[in-house]
């Protein structure tokens, strides 16, 4: 993340999540200033194929801090694998300002 200049991020009204979106990461950021993501990237890898078995990754705002994807958060980024135990980038456009505590997931969603 890189720092930016301090003013309210933009709201972004999202659809709600599909209902096979699974919590695979969540975190909290808590920057002491203005900060704003603009991608993210993850490297899968394991015993499982991403490319064969994960349909979807997906960056949320974990707007109620609930830990878990649901109605009221913001859809950022989504992307898929291009390979087993490939690296998936996360572009989030418009970038996702903010300045104070905030709880970002990482879901998954599998082929069934």
């Known amino acids: 993340m890189s720092p930016t200049s301090s003013h309210a991020p933009a709201q972004r009204n999202s659809p709600a999540p599909p209902r ?8 909290q ?3 002491d200033r203005a900060q704003t993501v603009n991608s993210g990237t993850l490297k899968g890898q394991g015993t ?17 801090g609930n830990g878990r994807v649901d ?3 913001s859809l950022l980024a989504s ?8 690296t998936v980038t996360l572009s ?9 505590p905030t709880n970002l997931l990482v879901a998954y969603s599998f082929h069934t």
């Open 71 to 73: 109605s009221g958060d």
């Open 48 to 64: 499982g194929n991403e490319q064969v078995d994960v349909s979807d990754v997906a960056l949320y705002h974990d707007v109620n």
């Open 29 to 31: 950021l808590v920057p």
């Open 92 to 100: 989030v456009a418009p970038p996702f300002a903010f300045s104070g």
């Open 20 to 27: 096979s979106h699974r919590r695979w990461l969540a975190c």
């Open 79 to 86: 992307s898929t694998y291009p390979a087993n135990d490939g």
